[in-house]
């Protein structure tokens, strides 16, 4: 378990269904030098669409869809690899999202490509087994390019009629994976009238730069940790802080903009905050000093507050402010008692409620409280439980840390009206620190499965591991932004 730094004991422990696209060359980085405080994520520009056609109903089962290679000008081989890209990582999103079945990508490469929708060879596809082809045109736009989307209808009474069609733009080049993820969200909206979470992003920490900490005046300061960010599937992972200090915990303000993490950089704990898509200098709403020092910040659903651990007042309690650091009100009272400490607060989807954990009986459990601080329950009766995350609604439950007896960690789920716990790890290797993504149906967790050292993986509610989503160095304390 990861604890906190002020009175929890701190423990240093922490085959995926499909892999997960990991871009951490040098030309998928952020160039970075020692000296700077932070680095700044690219913005590229949303993907627009046209209106929306869906002229056939589709059924609540998951219907086959067939995703061929889509049609490019000749002679256009940069706009081929981007069509390609998009093609490929379309795929992986929907697969991801478990809510089509696809034809794999091995068999569809067994069947011709067709220039025009009239030319698919729907007898080819209905033998794969296919209920949709999807028919792709990519196009050079203004801006990049676009992509124009339909989804035919195989075999059947609506044989050969469309049943989604949209267009989109702009692509980019630069980055046509951000096309992908947007055509992915607009399809599960549509069609499924869900919320993708193909294009969120997960932040994180990681020491993958082995730069030694530079502000620890302790004769071995041990490695750097930074702030990392990437898209959902561990693609396009950039470093957002480069100060060669620790810096933790990061947590998404709900406009997927701004970013409240931890860090060590002024050589205590304090809470910054700043937009990851601009240059000014990070905010500390918490105004921490040697004697002050604060920790694990999370954001209040409407973005307006900051839970969050702090020793302000000797012992580590919850806190809460506003987002600019005013209205500074204690929630948890520990008076310094026995070391007593209560940390990892998190929100209930109303904001009504925060959970946080606590030892106050002696091991660390899960409590629950009114967003004043009033009305204390104790939630789970666990060995020792750790980092809850509130699931948004429609779920009512909260994902933890759990001890198992014999010793190590899972990731459980407990029920905040039933109190039922269901484990979703295997046992394998450690398993801690879960967050759920904003649409309830993931959970983002660190793992020590793949090799020994921690890494971040996605698991569905169904426990079944989807996705491995870094790789290089040792990487903890998930993140993950609000879905569009």
């Known amino acids: 378990m990861d604890g906190n730094p002020f009175g929890m004991k701190y423990d240093p422990r922490m085959t995926a269904r499909f892999a997960c696209v990991f871009c951490l060359g040098a030309a998928a980085m952020l160039a970075a030098t020692p000296s700077s405080l932070s680095t700044t994520a690219p913005v590229d520009p949303v993907p627009q669409s046209n209106q929306v056609s869906v002229t056939?109903?589709?059924?609540?089962?998951?219907?086959?869809?067939?995703?061929?290679?889509?049609?490019?000008?000749?002679?256009?081989?940069?706009?081929?690899?981007?069509a390609k890209t998009v093609a490929d990582v379309l795929w992986n999103d929907i697969d991801f999202e478990e809510e089509f079945q696809l034809v794999s990508r091995d068999a569809t490469t067994t069947v011709p490509p067709a220039a025009t929708i009239e030319s698919i060879p729907f007898d080819r596809w209905a033998a794969l087994g296919a209920e949709y082809v999807m028919f792709a045109r990519v196009q050079r736009d203004t801006g990049g390019f676009s992509v124009a989307v339909q989804l035919v209808a195989v075999s059947g009474p609506t044989?050969?009629?469309?049943?989604?069609?949209?267009?989109?733009?702009?692509?980019?080049?630069?980055?046509?994976?951000?096309?992908?993820?947007?055509?992915?969200?607009?399809?599960?909206?549509?069609?499924?009238?869900?919320?993708?979470?193909?294009?969120?992003?997960?932040?994180?920490?990681?020491?993958?730069?082995?730069?030694?900490?530079?502000?620890?005046p302790i004769e071995n300061p041990g490695s750097a940790k930074e702030i990392y960010i990437a898209d959902y599937d561990g693609a396009n992972q950039q470093p957002i802080t480069n100060n060669q200090s620790l810096n933790l915990a990061p947590a998404w303000a709900p406009d997927g903009r701004t970013l409240a993490y931890v860090s060590y950089v002024a050589?205590?704990?304090?809470?910054?905050?700043?937009?990851?898509?601009?240059?000014?200098?990070?905010?500390?709403?918490?105004?921490?000093?040697?004697d002050v020092q604060s920790s694990l910040p999370a954001w209040s659903p409407d973005g307006t507050k900051i839970a969050f651990a702090s020793d302000r007042k000797g012992g580590t309690d919850i806190w809460v402010m506003n987002r600019d650091g005013s209205d500074l009100r204690q929630l948890t009272h520990s008076n310094n008692m026995m070391g007593v400490?209560?940390?990892?607060?998190?929100?209930?989807?109303?904001?009504?409620?925060?959970?946080?954990?606590?030892?106050?009986?002696?091991?660390?459990?899960?409590?629950?409280?009114?967003?004043?601080?009033?009305?204390?329950?104790?939630?789970?009766?666990?060995?020792?439980?750790?980092r809850p995350s509130w699931a948004p609604a429609?779920?009512?439950?909260?994902?933890?840390?759990?001890?198992?007896?014999?010793?190590?960690?899972?990731?459980?789920?407990?029920?905040?009206?039933?109190?039922?716990?269901?484990?979703?790890?295997?046992g394998t290797a450690d398993n801690e620190q879960p967050v759920f993504a904003s649409t309830g149906r993931h959970i983002a967790f660190v793992t020590?499965?793949?090799?020994?050292?921690?890494?971040?993986?996605?698991?569905?509610?169904?426990?079944?591991?989807?996705?491995?989503?870094?790789?290089?160095?040792?990487?903890?304390?998930?993140?993950?932004?609000?879905?569009?």
């Not at 193909?198 to 620890?216: C, E, L, V």
């Not at 050589?267 to 240059?279: A, P, Q, V």
């Not at 990070?282 to 921490?288: K, Q």
């Not at 971040?456 to 569009?484: E, F, H, M």
């Open 56 to 82: 056939m109903p589709f059924t609540p089962q998951a219907q086959r869809i067939a995703i061929p290679a889509f049609v490019v000008p000749p002679g256009d081989p940069e706009l081929a690899t981007a």
């Open 159 to 216: 044989a050969k009629q469309h049943g989604y069609g949209q267009k989109f733009s702009p692509c980019t080049i630069r980055n046509p994976r951000s096309c992908a993820h947007f055509i992915s969200d607009s399809m599960h909206r549509e069609i499924r009238h869900l919320t993708g979470v193909a294009q969120t992003k997960i932040a994180f920490t990681s020491d993958r730069g082995n730069q030694k900490m530079s502000n620890r």
């Open 394 to 426: 429609p779920f009512n439950d909260i994902a933890y840390t759990s001890t198992r007896k014999g010793g190590g960690f899972d990731i459980a789920i407990i029920d905040v009206g039933s109190r039922q716990v269901r484990v979703m790890t295997d």
């Open 341 to 386: 400490a209560n940390t990892s607060p998190t929100w209930s989807p109303t904001g009504a409620q925060i959970a946080f954990v606590s030892d106050r009986s002696g091991s660390r459990q899960i409590y629950v409280m009114a967003a004043d601080g009033t009305g204390v329950t104790v939630l789970t009766n666990d060995p020792s439980a750790d």
């Open 267 to 290: 050589t205590f704990s304090d809470i910054y905050l700043r937009n990851i898509y601009e240059t000014t200098p990070p905010a500390r709403p918490a105004g921490g000093s040697a």
């Open 448 to 484: 020590t499965r793949f090799g020994g050292k921690p890494q971040i993986a996605i698991l569905d509610r169904k426990g079944a591991i989807q996705c491995q989503v870094t790789k290089d160095g040792a990487n903890t304390y998930p993140n993950w932004s609000r879905a569009k």
